[in-house]
């Protein structure tokens, strides 16, 4: 049930755009989207529920396309302070497992000057 | 506006030796969640609980105990401390799974 990132890691200049994918084996529900700075929580980004709808946050903006449940974070004209592990975050259809998600592995994103 | 404060941030423990991770939420938050994450991983759901008085167990449950008797409040306790458990612990809180999770700072613990 563990959602799949992809790539697992990222090497990008200041200013280039990056794509995170975020795949699961079944229907999903809701997708959420996290950041996290060495050594520090996890920071929520934004949510997306089922519906195939797209949001944005800044230069930061998410799709969920529930037919191939699948979820894609845009980050785009990086800057450094977007560094960090990018983690999505699922919670499947099934009633049996509402309230609680599963992590992926992350994916870490390196922005260089 | 504290959040979701985590008590202690790092703990040495021995194998066997028994403990209580603390965790408060001043959000009035129904959802709670116990995360641990290996390094280099992701994370890992221990328990969860939907409001005081219910908790479930999550994907890796065993070794840790919970319970949730006030809105605010959701301990985690290790008993008999292995080595395996050495992690970094979130915790969590939610108003509800679609609006997204507020994370503790986290607590660092090494069973030696």
Known sequence: QQPVQSPQAVILREGEDAVINCSSSKALYSVHWYRQKHGEAPVFLMILLKGGEQKGHEKISASFNEKKQQSSLYLTASQLSYSGTYFCGTELEDNTNAGKSTFGDGTTLTVKP | ?????????????????SMTLQCTQDMNHNYMYWYRQDPGMGLKLIYYSV?????????????????????????????????????????????????????????RLTVV
């Open chain 2, 1 to 17: 506006n504290a959040g979701v404060t985590q008590t202690p941030k790092f703990r040495i423990l021995k194998i066997g030796q």
């Open chain 2, 51 to 107: 409001g005081a008085g219910i908790t479930d167990k999550g994907e890796v449950p065993n070794g840790y105990n919970v319970s949730r008797s006030t809105t605010e409040d959701f301990p985690l306790r290790l008993e008999l401390a292995a080595p395996s458990q050495t992690s970094v612990y979130f915790c969590a809180s939610s108003f509800h799974p679609t609006y997204g999770y507020t994370f503790g700072s986290g607590t």
